[in-house]
């Protein structure tokens, strides 16, 4: 992949903004170490660093249209990009090498803003028209590849991959939002178009955004809502739905198998990534090169299942097992690399998993998104046997429960035990609240004993949902279940999942595939009846029937795991005095965002083993660690409210 930056600003001395941006796109040297180029007219500055995938001689972005009045920089796989430079050529446009993002220039010239409608991919990307002073950005359907920027009061417009680039501008200040740090607690995330600072926005995910002298417009050009009530797939017979969805899966597979490169699949030996390995190794033959993480703790330790399917496959597995010495170098990465906090625990394997694999190959293919079209996760269950548990005398069930939060606590993998006390936690909440509360760290009553009393006052009138509700309740949606699918789809893949990825493995230089995320995939994903997808309580049933002739009986049956460290234990282990130091009450006074009281119960109730705190703990672990690299060591972090809520204009047109 790569990485992309600009500046649209008609006042600061061209030289001032020349010298800037090129501070701006160094910083982006990760994500592209293959080359670097620059674009400077009107009053438009385009950077950009290149991960060479497709012919990988041809010379780094911007390209240009045959009249070098249309420029553009992208961050981008484009899969259909053969078919539209063929179209393109045939009315008469010259493009002079085989990169699919040279056609998005001239796709400008013919269908304005529309050409992101035409492109079949992942990708971030910025269109400067000199002569019509316009801007272009915008993101994929699916959110796979980052893009941040900050408009100035005098209309200036900052923009790139990445937030650290961003904080090169010499305009941009380092301010925490109050409101889009209270969302990071609860999600371990944030949710577009939020990001850590007040004032820096990210485009959410299906976006563009035009910028003219009269100001910027933001438009939803794709909604998955659109697709989740389909009359036609309700009337077909299961077994027809199955054979569709495994040959487009299987087209997926072969769209983003196009590389000049060496290629190969992450795998975790569960049906989502040896799928994308089964239909990959149809296509190719054996030999595929698969990448497979594994634990010293025999409990965390899953590679087994991953050369068991490897062998099945004929596939050239590639272990890495870990210890906690791994894990701490891994989190010492994690924490000077990801450039905004997040929240997931599973970023230290997955990051060390893609240094392992840059040894190797250049691309992978990852199964990132069936969980969130197929219904895989437990919290499905949850809801479930939450909504059955209600015909239970309301005295008995609260006992239930009681009983439930009281159980041992085990310091183990994410098992029966752990899930049964999350469940417990927030099972008589309603739908929308237990499902984030079961998926995040702070909901808003641990809240109040854990931010600091100024800034829990900021918030005394803000809704912690907010962001939720808002995807929870969107149009077209025909159930409960589709309602969590699309909120999951939208928040916890797109800004959880996806960014994990693109950060963990562009801060090893190496590109991340997800078929599972084809936008024509995922339309007919979200249309298939939902009775298909969680029947009874059997998790993306429809997928299994879709590939049970192509994988081993084991992986069918493997119950959901991800990517997970024995992040407890490790706390009990020397970690834990670590974050003793860390959170120790002088520092948390020093740094202002939250009780030292509060924070220090949290720790002493883990290390005590009276409750697992894992998630919270992680959660505070990430941000503090970005606060240190950002603001400097246990540094005072200024904070305040800037309520940041998605800004979608009407259509706009270019």
Wanted: charged share 25%; aromatic share 8%.
């Amino acid at each position: 992949m790569c990485g992309l930056t600009g500046i649209l600003d008609s006042v600061a001395p061209p030289a001032e903004r020349e010298r800037t941006l090129r501070r701006m796109t160094a910083t982006l040297v990760h994500r592209g170490p293959d080359g670097e180029g620059y674009h400077t007219s009107g009053g438009c500055a385009l950077g950009f660093r290149r991960l060479a995938i497709l012919d990988v001689d041809a010379p780094p972005q911007p390209f240009a249209n045959e009249r070098k009045t249309v420029w553009s920089v992208a961050n981008a796989e484009i899969y259909n990009g053969d078919d539209l430079r063929g179209e393109l050529v045939a009315r008469g446009h010259t493009l002079t090498t085989r990169v699919d993002t040279e056609v998005i220039p001239h796709l400008w010239e013919e269908h304005g803003v529309d050409l992101v409608r035409r492109l079949d991919g992942m990708f971030a990307l910025a269109v400067w028209d000199e002569r019509q002073e316009i801007l272009l950005l915008a993101r994929d359907r699916a959110g796979e590849k980052p893009l941040f920027y900050w408009q100035g009061s005098d209309g200036t417009l900052v923009f790139a991959s990445e937030l650290r680039a961003l904080l090169e501008h010499p305009r941009i200040e380092k301010v925490i939002d109050a409101v889009s740090l209270r969302r990071y607690l609860l999600h371990d995330f944030f949710p577009a178009p939020s990001t850590p600072f007040a004032g820096v926005r990210k485009l959410p995910a299906g976006h563009l955004l035009v910028a003219r002298r009269t100001g910027i417009a933001i438009e939803r050009y794709w909604d998955l809502a659109a697709s989740f009530a389909n009359a036609e797939l309700s009337r077909r017979r299961p077994q027809a739905i199955a054979e569709e969805l495994d040959a487009r899966i299987s087209l997926a597979v072969r769209r983003r198998r196009v590389s000049d490169v060496a290629l190969g699949v992450f795998l975790s030996g569960g049906i989502d990534s040896s799928t994308v390995l089964a239909h990959l190794a149809e296509q190719v033959g054996s030999g595929v090169p698969v990448f497979a993480l594994g634990h010293a703790d025999p409990e965390f330790d899953e590679s087994r299942f991953a050369r068991e399917t490897s062998r099945f496959f004929g596939a050239e597995c590639h272990a890495l097992v870990l210890d906690e010495a791994d894990l701490a170098e891994g989190l010492r990465r994690v924490g000077e690399g990801f450039d905004e906090p997040l929240g997931d625990a599973s970023t230290i394997p997955t990051h060390l998993l893609a240094l392992h694999a840059r040894r190797h190959v250049k691309v992978v293919l990852s199964g990132e998104g069936a969980d969130e079209i197929f219904a895989g996760y437990p919290t499905y269950l949850g809801h479930r046997i939450a909504d059955w548990s209600r015909r239970i005398p309301a005295g008995l069930r609260r006992a239930l429960l009681a009983a439930a939060r009281r159980s041992p606590v085990r310091m183990g993998n994410v098992g029966p035990a752990y899930l049964l006390r999350r469940f417990a936690t927030a099972a008589e909440r309603d739908t929308l609240e237990r499902h984030h509360l079961w998926f995040g760290s702070f909901g808003p009553d641990a809240e109040v004993a854990l931010l600091a009393p100024e800034i829990a006052e900021m918030l005394r009138d803000d809704d912690s949902f907010a962001a939720a509700r808002s995807r929870f309740t969107a149009d077209g949606l025909p159930d409960e279940l589709a309602r969590l699918l699309y909120t999951d789809f939208t928040m916890y893949l797109q800004d959880d999942l996806l960014t994990k990825v693109d950060r963990a493995t562009m801060l090893a230089s190496l590109e991340a595939r997800a078929p599972f995320l084809d936008h024509q995939l995922v339309e007919f994903a979200a249309g298939i009846p939902s009775h298909l997808k969680l029947s009874g309580l059997r998790t993306k049933a429809i997928l299994r029937r879709a590939v049970r002739r192509r994988l081993p009986a084991a992986v069918l049956s493997r119950r959901k795991r991800g990517f997970n460290i024995p992040f407890s234990r490790w706390l009990l282990r020397g970690l834990g005095e670590e974050l003793r130091a860390r959170f120790a009450p002088e520092r948390m006074e020093a740094r202002g965002l939250f009780s030292p009281t509060g924070v220090g119960r949290l720790l002493a109730d883990h290390l005590e083993a009276r409750a697992d705190n894992r998630k919270q703990l992680f959660n505070l672990l990430a941000l503090d660690l970005w606060c240190d690299r950002t603001f400097g060591q246990g540094a005072a972090v200024p904070v305040v409210r800037a309520d940041c809520d998605p800004a979608i204009s009407e259509r706009v047109s270019a």
